[in-house]
């Protein structure tokens, strides 16, 4: 299999290199994200992979599908990226990696909680320059506090563990909620008024985008921390801001933001800035990383592995388990 590899960074060719020497795999290391304008590069190869910031609408699913691409594979969780309905009917199976070290995405989680509770970047910046004044960093125990889990799929179940080690309480809202979980499941207005730490561990389809919004944020306890490490579109960006610029926030810690798409994995020191995500960077109760929860070598490992395992089961013609329907 020839396999056109998108969004190349360093780090992805040393997880999948050694790998895909292993299974016999030929892959094709491009600097560029798949996009309309770069989809011609797939010439040649049987598969595409790509990442959360490639563009797969249907004009670039027909093209593949006349370069002769036969499988897509993600290696990421979300396919949001992909026309699903142009892929049925190009008769391109679409596989991802549903779940790779989802311990990894957690623990970035509870680092961005514990640094925006006890103002940890902000310390740093400090005792660099010699300035050991703590006032203004005061953070709260989180034993006996609330936390509330937006999802309790395998990444919010490992943030579960996380905070149960911190002597937290824990209330959950799903959609699909597990029995077998043992949690206090509640409605998600109950969530907001109750909880003290609000954990966001959901997909991004129509149904959630924007699901954080005004009205949800007037629901929530004022001085809640919010943290997201799932999809930055189930933010509404500005109703974010215009909250923590009004002290409604002790804390908001993100992975993931509105606008990553046009500056996540790049240095953008010089490129145009984006007002919103200027003004919620501006704001000392912000901290953004940059969508390197998944970035551990366990989960670079996985991420390859069920990568090509998934384009070993279709070169098998074997059940498709990964695959998004």
């Known amino acids: 299999m020839k396999i056109a590899f998108f969004d190349t960074k360093s780090?992805?060719?040393?997880?999948?290199?050694?790998?895909?020497?292993?299974?016999?795999?030929?892959?094709?290391?491009?600097?560029?994200?798949?996009?309309?304008?770069?989809?011609?590069?797939?010439?040649?190869?049987?598969?595409?992979?790509?990442?959360?910031?490639?563009?797969?609408?249907?004009?670039?699913?027909?093209?593949?599908?006349?370069?002769?691409?036969?499988?897509?594979?993600?290696?990421?969780?979300?396919?949001?990226?992909?026309?699903?309905?142009?892929?049925?009917?190009?008769?391109?199976?679409?596989?991802?990696?549903?779940?790779?070290?989802?311990?990894?995405?957690?623990?970035?989680?509870?680092?961005?909680?514990?640094?925006?509770?006890?103002?940890?970047?902000?310390?740093?910046?400090?005792?660099?320059?010699?300035?050991?004044?703590?006032?203004?960093?005061?953070?709260?125990?989180?034993?006996?506090?609330?936390?509330?889990?937006?999802?309790?799929?395998?990444?919010?179940q490992c943030m579960i563990n996380i905070l149960k080690g911190f002597g937290m309480n824990i209330i959950a809202y799903d959609a699909f909620p597990n029995p077998n979980l043992g949690l206090e499941y509640v409605t998600l207005d109950e969530l907001y008024a109750r909880a003290d730490v609000i954990s966001i561990h959901c997909p991004l389809m129509p149904a959630t985008r924007h699901m954080i919004n005004a009205e949800a944020i007037s629901k929530m306890k004022d001085g809640v921390i919010f943290i997201n490490v799932a999809r930055g579109a189930l933010v509404d960006s500005e109703a974010l801001a215009d909250a923590l610029d009004a002290g409604k926030f002790r804390g908001v810690g993100a992975d993931v933001c509105e606008k990553e798409h046009e500056y996540f994995f790049e240095n953008c020191e010089n490129a145009e800035k984006d007002p919103t995500l200027a003004r919620l960077l501006a704001n000392p109760r912000f901290l953004l990383s940059g969508h390197q929860a998944f970035l551990t070598v366990d989960a670079l490992n996985a991420i390859a592995t069920v990568t090509l395992d998934n384009a070993k089961a279709f070169l098998a013609g074997a059940e498709l388990v990964n695959e998004v329907k």
């Open 11 to 156: 780090y992805w060719v040393d997880g999948f290199a050694p790998l895909a020497e292993k299974y016999g795999y030929e892959i094709t290391f491009i600097k560029e994200r798949l996009t309309p304008a770069t989809a011609h590069m797939a010439a040649g190869h049987d598969a595409t992979c790509s990442f959360v910031n490639d563009e797969l609408p249907a004009e670039v699913v027909k093209e593949l599908k006349n370069l002769g691409i036969k499988v897509i594979l993600l290696r990421c969780a979300g396919f949001d990226s992909v026309d699903l309905e142009a892929a049925k009917e190009a008769g391109i199976p679409v596989l991802r990696v549903p779940a790779y070290s989802p311990e990894s995405v957690a623990e970035q989680g509870a680092a961005l909680l514990m640094a925006v509770n006890r103002m940890s970047h902000h310390s740093y910046a400090r005792t660099t320059k010699f300035n050991f004044d703590i006032a203004g960093l005061t953070g709260i125990a989180l034993v006996g506090k609330t936390a509330g889990i937006i999802g309790t799929g395998k990444i919010g």
